[in-house]
């Protein structure tokens, strides 16, 4: 059974076109991922895209050379967050997605035996909207989707996305919860905003939707979380004495928080042999699943090898490299 990555990004040209453009016409409008730097990240961020991340998102050889070096054999691609494109509302909004979502497909289909694809929903247009393209997105042979911890200042549990999550469950999609940067003042230095930022984004997106009753309405949700869930594992403990405790948390919830982690997977991306031993005692070793965030320089490098040399059991290796990603993606 193969190695595979289910945390691999790819950029698609036609789309950053259509995105640029529309950036022209209406910069008022474009979100710039600037705004969460200062400028020494910035300008580090736009010399390692010219030099090596803008070739390995595109280039499948350079994708390939590169699984080969990690010892990967398969990945599961998905945009990242820069390729959400949720500032553009309306009918561009819509046209992007599908740009996105026909070049993974395509992407795919032209090495079937290595990559299987997520696409880009836009749920900028709402939930019907989202349901819309996912459906068809999954019509070509894309596993579900990757989102955002929130659209603009929107949760996800807000009932404007519900038709969504409805179409979610009823296809079988995996919905891969990526975090975008938190617009949080005090996280713009030190790059603060993806190493503290980040997990703490993905933490607050998941709890909502635990605590607002998505897994309830829908028990067929297969949600991914990127970067080791987060914070949540860490936090689960105390979210579920809240719950013992206090009224509120109980309205959507006739479980104990913990009981809809059933529906949730963590990849490994904890940077740490005793976090991931941690993170498999608490969660379970089938729901942790190997992901490396490629190409950035945030991701877990080296990640077969970091797994083996984590002292996890020989059974748990293998339900998190193998097993586990195969599943998920219908092998």
Known sequence: ???????????????????????????????????????????????????????QLRDAGRKLADMKADRLDMALVSPPPPAFFYWMAGPPGDHVSRVTNDGIAGFCQKHPDRFRGLGNVPLQNGGEAAAAELERAM???????????????????????????????R?????????????FKPLFPYYMANCVGNPLATTVAAARLILSGHFE????????????????????????????????????????PRHYFKNLYFDVITFSHSGLRWLVQEVGADHVVCGTDYPYDMMQERVVDFVEGSGLSAGDQEKILRANPAKLIRL
């Not at 949700?221 to 105390?238: M, S």
């Open 217 to 256: 309405r829908w028990p067929g949700l297969k949600v991914f979380l990127a970067h080791a869930g987060g914070n949540l594992p860490w936090a689960i403990g105390r979210i579920q004495h809240a719950w013992e405790q206090r009224p509120e948390t109980k309205v959507h919830t006739p479980h104990p």
């Open 1 to 55: 059974m193969p190695n595979i990555d289910l945390h691999h990004h790819i950029y698609i040209p036609e789309a950053e076109e259509l995105a640029a453009a529309e950036r022209r016409r209406r910069p008022q409008h474009a979100d710039s991922f600037e705004g969460f730097f200062p400028p020494v990240s910035s300008e580090y961020n736009r010399r390692m895209t010219q030099e090596k991340w803008g070739q």
């Open 139 to 169: 019509g070509m042979g894309l596993l579900g989707c990757i989102i955002a911890d929130r659209v603009g200042p929107h949760a996800l549990d807000e009932p404007q996305y519900e038709a969504f999550w409805k179409a979610a469950e």
């Open 171 to 183: 296809l079988g999609a995996l919905v891969f919860i990526h975090p975008d940067f938190a617009d």
